[in-house]
T-cell receptor, first 113, second 116 residues
Framework: AQTVTQSQPEMSVQEAETVTLSCTYDTSESDYYLFWYKQPPSRQMILVIRQEAYKQQNATENRFSVNFQKAAKSFSLKISDSQLGDAAMYFC??????????FGTGTRLTIIP | DGGITQSPKYLFRKEGQNVTLSCEQNLNHDAMYWYRQDPGQGLRLIYYSQIVNDFQKGDIAEGYSVSREKKESFPLTVTSAQKNPTAFYLCASSIYKTDSYQETQYFGPGTRLLVL
């Protein structure tokens, strides 16, 4: 079975510091997509960043970047210069192209002023 | 503005009652999805539809039904057969291409369903 594991239920970081959220997945597929979604208190899921497995270059979106290690099946999210608005649940998700996302259980990120 | 709308924001269901959650999108997306979110868990796929008049079961379809009569609409009915319906329900949509891999899914604001 395809699984996505987020081993950190909660994380906290000082405002303006950097934090890394971990995600590992289990699959025998070679081509797939990985995503990080943010769910703020409003509960709407917002796409943060997306990575294609066939691309060796790590994706970046402003203060958000990923460390994609395909052989290790690891997909961590780094948030630089953390801001109060970054406080949310963060979900890692995986899909191999069949239009079905598999989500991890999430990491709750707290920003300390 | 283009986007996905879900209604109502909160919904209360009595025992033995069927209720329908609305999901509408004006993004001209082909594919639409329904997810369920329980506390402490990630999202789980209930049903999805890649084209009008066609849909497939996801991982937890029992006790739910859907229809896709229009491209922009994908309502979800929670039937009385769903014994534990209390959850947060999220609708999503994406462009669907048969010759490419997954297109990013965009989510609506969700509906909170509570059982009285």
């Amino acid at each position: 079975a395809q699984t996505v594991t987020q081993s950190q239920p909660e994380m906290s970081v000082q405002e303006a510091e950097t934090v890394t959220l971990s995600c590992t997945y289990d699959t025998s597929e070679s081509d797939y997509y990985l995503f990080w979604y943010k769910q703020p208190p409003s509960r709407q899921m917002i796409l943060v960043i997306r990575q294609e497995a066939y691309k060796q270059q790590n994706a970046t979106e402003n203060r958000f970047s990923v460390n994609f290690q395909k052989a290790a099946k690891s997909f961590s999210l780094k948030i630089s210069d953390s801001q109060l608005g970054d406080a949310a649940m963060y979900f890692c998700a995986w899909d191999f192209g069949n239009e079905k996302l598999t989500f991890g259980t999430g990491t709750r990120l707290t920003i300390i002023p | 503005d283009g986007g996905i709308t879900q209604s109502p924001k909160y919904l209360f269901r009595k025992e033995g009652q069927n209720v329908t959650l609305s999901c509408e999108q004006n993004l001209n997306h082909d594919a639409m999805y329904w997810y369920r979110q329980d506390p402490g868990q990630g999202l789980r796929l209930i049903y999805y539809s890649q084209i009008v008049n066609d849909f497939q079961k996801g991982d937890i379809a029992e006790g739910y039904s859907v229809s896709r009569e229009k491209k922009e609409s994908f309502p979800l009915t929670v039937t009385s057969a769903q014994k534990n319906p209390t959850a947060f329900y999220l609708c999503a949509s994406s462009i669907y291409k048969t010759d490419s891999y997954q297109e990013t899914q965009y989510f609506g604001p969700g509906t909170r369903l509570l059982v009285l």
